[in-house]
């Protein structure tokens, strides 16, 4: 921060991912300064339990249709219109 304020211009806002590092040094070097988190960061810890939701779905379908790769290579390689 001190390299910013170095640069002579007024800092206005902080913008950041809400990692507690940054959120104390923000509080203790610009107490005044409107503080903001990041919308991608926000919707993206919002979105995390449909994220996991969803990959323990994925899982559970890849376990039903593991193998049926195996019986589609089978289906390619026979010469018979059916299988094509």
């Known amino acids: 921060m001190e390299a ?6 007024p800092i206005v806002g902080v913008i950041s991912d809400k990692q ?5 040094a923000v509080h203790h070097k610009l107490p005044t300064v409107p503080h903001q988190i990041c919308q991608y960061h926000d919707v993206k810890d919002v979105a995390q339990p449909i ?15 593991r193998g049926i790769r195996e019986l589609e290579r089978q ?10």
Do not use: F, T, Y
């Not at 507690?20 to 104390?24: F, N």
């Not at 994220?51 to 249709?65: G, M, S, T, W, Y």
């Not at 289906?75 to 094509?84: F, H, L, V, Y």
């Open 51 to 65: 994220c996991d939701a969803d990959r323990h779905v994925k899982q559970e379908l890849n376990k039903k249709i």
């Open 20 to 24: 507690a590092s940054i959120c104390l």
């Open 75 to 84: 289906a390619e390689a026979m010469p018979s219109k059916e299988a094509q």
């Open 4 to 9: 910013v304020r170095s640069l002579g211009r």
